[in-house]
């Protein structure tokens, strides 16, 4: 077992199995040892930063895990080619089968809450304990939502409902996960695209119509959960904030350095937040 201070460094795993998902988009399977298995236990929806040496210089990225403990054997990252993205293209066109990778223990709080034991004010347990999960998510943004909703459908009886957008239909990322899940939970789960190829870019009316629908969002008995561009997470939260939603019952994804336009899949780094920082056994607030 790793002790405090090596837990919090940075480990290596083989590349397992490499997947590609759309023609810019690749999934990677990393085969995590057996001494560090309890390491690499991780709640859906977590993400691990990753060293990169490229040349003289290294750099590092997170990148959210797409699989579910529950659904998957592997622990899976995606990765999606941001363009001049110096890691993302490295990824794509660098890292094969049998490669191995540097990063660290999972890490992040963009999880499932627990509603059984969060339940609303003046609301009833047994009711609150299926309280739907909805998400919006954009071009990438999907990667740590589909680890949030197969984990949902498989440990908990709360329905899910996801608006997904992407630039055009050859960028949907999971397509055909995401149809096998909603054909095997057909009561529990809805999935809306929409490619603003076709349909523009989503509006804050869209987004609101869709959080007000099946599960009414004013009363309170629903997550939220948006992760994508800055730009679409912005109008999402707004489209929430609108219908009155509670805040602590919005969940936002920030994590890429990667800048990219609106209609990516690449957000913009958060400012403003405390952040815990473990060096050599040290803890820090910065």
């Given amino acids: 077992m790793a002790d405090a201070r090596s837990a919090h460094g940075y480990h290596e795993l083989r590349v397992k199995r490499v997947v590609d998902e759309t023609p810019d988009t690749k999934s990677f399977a990393l085969d995590v040892p057996a001494e560090l298995a309890d ?47 110096l890691v993302s293209t490295w990824f794509l066109d660098s890292v094969e089968v049998g490669d191995t990778l540097e990063l660290t223990r999972p890490a992040g709080v963009f999880c499932l809450r627990d509603s059984k034991s969060d339940p609303d004010p003046g609301s009833d347990s047994a009711s609150d304990s299926d309280r739907p999960v909805v998400a919006f998510c954009g071009g990438s943004g999907v990667t740590p939502v589909i680890s949030l909703i197969k984990s949902a459908l498989l440990s908990t009886d709360r329905p899910a409902r996801v608006f997904y957008a992407n630039r055009s239909r050859d960028s949907v990322i999971f397509a055909d996960a995401l149809d096998a899940l909603c054909r095997i939970n057909p009561q529990r789960l809805e999935v809306r695209h929409h490619i603003d190829s076709e349909a523009g870019y989503p509006s804050a009316g869209q987004l609101a119509a869709f959080a007000g629908g099946g599960a009414d969002a004013r009363d309170g008995h ?65």
């Fill in 39 to 85: 390491l690499f236990t991780y709640r859906p929806g977590q993400f691990c930063t990753f060293r990169v040496r490229i040349g003289d210089e290294q750099h590092l990225r997170s990148y959210s895990m797409s699989s579910a403990p529950e659904s998957d054997p592997d622990l899976t990252v995606t990765v999606k080619r941001v363009p001049g993205g």
């Fill in 222 to 286: 629903a997550d939220f959960y948006i992760c994508g561009p800055a730009p679409f997470m912005t109008v999402a939260e707004g489209a929430l904030l609108g219908l009155a939603v509670r805040p602590d019952r919005i969940h936002i994804e920030r994590f890429s350095v990667d800048p990219e336009p609106p209609g990516g899949s690449a957000a913009e780094p958060a400012a403003g937040i405390s952040v815990t920082v473990i060096l050599k056994g040290r803890k820090t607030e910065i």
